[in-house]
């Protein structure tokens, strides 16, 4: 039987998604996790990869089993995973639907904080007293949805079977009096590092250290900038994936420390 997983885990300990040998990922601990329970070896397949120190509100893997899974796994699960990894949803399929293949959009949420604040440093980035032109950020942003191959903002294009990425999104939010950030980018995949150096990109353009004209051009002729400065990895999540037959509202909220809603607004 195949089962999807629906999970969220916050990054900043380990070395990414993917299990690599010798370094600590979601993945592997995972898998440790179910086999103790299960007392059988397990093999899942998750929907994407994410980098080393990034989070994820909403992730989904699956998981295939010779008979059903009892209605106490999810509660043995999240008593024996770390504080940091959660298991929200455990969802029985019907046919062979695969996690990472099937899935047609993939939406990221950057967060940036501008003031010093310990109660953030772990969950958003920080850009000690950032300034910004609005206006250039949002016209470099708008250029993202004309093109299609992202070739240049990628660290290593080679590997990949091609660098076409679909983004059908992407904005900025702000709150807290400008104080805060939020880039908001959906597509239906994405390339290594390719959102955080997007990110970086975009700033370079926001603070007047590159001008839109050369931004449009690293899309335009493929060219890759020599210096990619990707934005740092723990103000990335991964926040939503959709299936044609699975679409669920992630189960986390960002950030509401005091319990209040927060209002961002698009820039």
Known sequence: MRYYFHIGYVGANYSGWQKNGKYHSVQKVLEDGISQ?????????????????????QYFFHLDVGASL??????????????????????EMEGQPHARFDATQRKYDYFIHTYKDPFLASFSALYLNLSLDFEKLKSATALLLKYKDYRPFCTSPDKNEHTICHISSAKWLICNEGKRLRFQLSSNRFLSKMIRIIVGQLLKVGEGKLAL???????????????????????????????????????TDFFNLDGKTEKWEEI
């Open 37 to 57: 329970i299960l007392k059988v070896e397990a093999n899942i397949i998750g929907c994407g990869r994410t980098d080393a120190k990034v989070n994820a509100s």
């Open 213 to 251: 004209e050369e931004f449009e051009g690293y899309l335009k002729n493929l060219e890759t900038p020599k210096i990619l400065s990707p934005a740092h990895p723990q103000g990335l999540y991964l926040s939503k994936i959709t299936y044609p037959y699975l679409d669920i509202p992630p189960k």
């Open 70 to 91: 009892e209605e106490r796994f999810l509660f043995k699960i999240n008593k024996l995973l770390p504080t940091d990894i959660s298991v929200f949803d455990i969802i």
